[in-house]
Nanobody
Framework: QVRLVESGGGLVQTGGSLNLSCVAS????????MAWFRQAPGKDFEFVAA????????YYGDSVRGRFTISRDDAKKMALLQANSLKPEDTAVYYC??????????????????WGQGTRVTVSS
């Protein structure tokens, strides 16, 4: 059974940083791309970042590009999201996802078949 478990969320002030982690189990980790999405209160899911199964290609949503960095550690079966220069609008539940996106469709929720339960990030102004 595939399982993704996020951690690292919390309360941080504007301009602060957080490091989110996602530990995967249940299938061969380095066969799959990893991604982060988020959902703010009352809003739709938003693509945050993704990394290819090789780790050589990364993708970012426009709102986080230049501030967030996604990486992966295949030995530890982990996906990591370093979030810097946080803003109140980054407040959301952050979800880790795993899948095999087709082509360059890394920003589509439908391309990922496994999801974590989420970790909450709150950025105070």
């Amino acid at each position: 059974q595939v399982r993704l478990v996020e951690s690292g969320g919390g309360l941080v002030q504007t301009g602060g940083s957080l490091n989110l982690s996602c530990v995967a189990s249940g299938r061969v980790f380095n066969n799959y791309a990893m991604a982060w999405f988020r959902q703010a209160p009352g809003k739709d899911f938003e693509f945050v970042a993704a990394i290819s199964w090789t780790g050589r290609t990364t993708y970012y949503g426009d709102s986080v590009r230049g501030r967030f960095t996604i990486s992966r550690d295949d030995a530890k079966k982990m996906a990591l999201l370093q979030a810097n220069s946080l803003k109140p609008e980054d407040t959301a539940v952050y979800y880790c996802a795993q899948g095999i996106p087709q082509g360059t469709s890394y920003n589509r929720r439908s391309e990922y078949d496994s999801w974590g339960q989420g970790t909450r990030v709150t950025v105070s102004s």
